[in-house]
């Protein structure tokens, strides 16, 4: 059940009526359940009981330092994609040996940051980065573990631009060349094969793609070693996706018995993840309406949220259910909910039948993963605060930014 649900005709989060937070924290603001968080950590992690391997949360779904402290509290990985993430990561009480680092173009200096805090292993995506950890690791003296991340072009039914596993898109090495590079790597001196990684996309709602792929790299597990490259463990990324609207994704249990039987008795060490299944339904987004506005073809409702502080809806068309936090019972009349910005994408939501006065609070839901992490300054506004409720109590876990500190980080030419 969510944790945002009505109580005595009002929303709540958890044991806090969100309109309490509204009050003492003003809006925008972000807000996240803790148990909720647990909750789909768990599901995950008990699904992977009894085999050997890590659930990395992926950080950048949602890398608040309280999000990733209450994961890291529950003994969750991390997969990274930045040395930020890292040293948030480390911030948060995170384990380095248990995290994970993707990515297409890590620097020199992560590279060696990440082998200095001792990450478990590197994900390479490309001969060039191979090559640049290999000459990383040498100067420090180290050996790094790493798999490669192969893209095994298959389709993962998502919306495009969140699919990572078609060969046209950047990431991952193609699963044709897989086996050159990994004789490649496992001639190196200072790298040690350890993985085959893949991650297909983001939001998949079937477990089909998720297969195709794991066969591909099974197969690509037993030619490696034919040719004596042992391959102890497999991480299949992120992906599983959440319900915004009416998507009926699989349960990680139910994602995971189906990849646990395809995986019989191989000696393999398993690793996910996921991102948006974890975090994905542990926040929403707080907005107030500003004002009505009427004109011959539309109703706009004009609320203090905008594309800068939430961005799904204008650059994927990602839709997220917009709820008054106390309804008032009025007619429902047709709005686009719409920001500040002055963009005609910025909508939060088009057309929603609602029943709405000057000065309402809005809740948008499924607001836990990719939003946050995806504000911006634009037009100058500030970045929204985020609040962690905590059963009957909530923290502010981290401020509403101010306009001192942003006009501060900016100077005239001397
Ligand atoms: C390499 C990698 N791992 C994990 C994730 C997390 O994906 P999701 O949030 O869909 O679980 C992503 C993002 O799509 C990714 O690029
Ligand atoms: N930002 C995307 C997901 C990106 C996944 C990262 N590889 C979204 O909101 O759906």
């Known amino acids: 059940m969510s ?7 009002e929303l709540y989060a958890e044991g806090v009526p969100v309109s309490a937070i509204a009050e003492a924290v003003g809006t925008p603001v972000y807000i996240y359940s803790r148990a909720e968080l647990e909750a789909r950590y768990l599901a995950y992690a008990q699904a992977l009981e009894g085999m050997p391997g890590m659930i990395c949360y992926a950080v950048k779904a949602n890398g608040n330092l309280a999000v990733l402290n209450v994961l890291a509290r529950l003994g969750a990985g991390f997969d990274i994609v930045s040395v930020g993430e890292l040293e948030k990561v480390i911030a948060a009480g995170g384990d380095p040996a248990r995290v994970v680092f993707s990515g297409v173009g890590k620097r020199a200096d992560e590279l060696a940051r990440a082998l200095e805090a001792g990450v478990y292993c590197f994900n390479v995506e490309s001969e060039p980065e191979l090559e ?16 490669l991340r192969v893209n095994p072009d298959v389709d993962a039914q998502t919306h495009p631009y969140i699919s990572t596993g078609l060969k046209e898109n950047k990431f991952g090495i193609a699963i044709e060349r897989a086996e050159a590079v990994y004789e490649k790597a496992a001639a190196m001196p200072n790298l ?19 297969l ?31 319900t915004y609207q009416d998507e009926e994704p699989p349960a990680p249990d139910v994602y995971l018995a189906a990849v646990r039987e395809r995986l019989g008795d191989r000696n393999l060490e398993l690793i996910l993840e996921p991102g948006r299944s974890i975090a994905g339904n542990a926040g929403i987004l707080l907005t107030r309406v500003e004002m009505l506005k009427h004109t011959e073809h539309k109703q706009f ?33 047709c709005y686009d909910i719409v920001g500040p910005v002055c963009e005609s994408t910025d909508f939060l939501g088009k057309e929603r039948m609602l029943s709405l006065a000057e000065g309402d609070l809005l809740a948008i839901h499924s607001a836990g993963a990719y939003c946050m992490g995806m504000t911006s300054n634009y037009n100058v506004r500030c970045r929204p605060p985020e609040v962690m409720v905590d059963g009957e109590a909530y923290h502010v876990v981290r401020q509403r930014e101010t306009l001192e500190a942003l006009l501060a980080a900016e100077s005239l030419l001397p």
């Open 212 to 242: 195709d792929a794991l066969d591909l790299l099974l197969g690509l597990i037993d030619r490696l070693a034919e040719k004596g490259i042992t391959i102890r463990h497999l991480d299949l990324g992120g992906g599983l996706g959440i």
């Open 192 to 210: 040690e094969v350890s993985g085959v990684d893949c991650h297909i996309g983001s939001q998949l709602t079937t477990i089909a793609p998720f």
């Open 132 to 147: 640049r950890l290999q000459a990383v690791a040498a100067a420090a003296g180290k050996v790094a573990r790493i798999s």
């Open 3 to 9: 944790p945002f649900t009505d109580k005595n005709g």
């Open 301 to 333: 409702a004009i609320v203090d949220a905008a594309m800068n502080d939430l961005i799904r809806p204008s650059l994927y068309g990602g839709w997220h259910d917009i709820q008054p936090v106390k309804p008032n019972g009025g007619e429902a009349q």
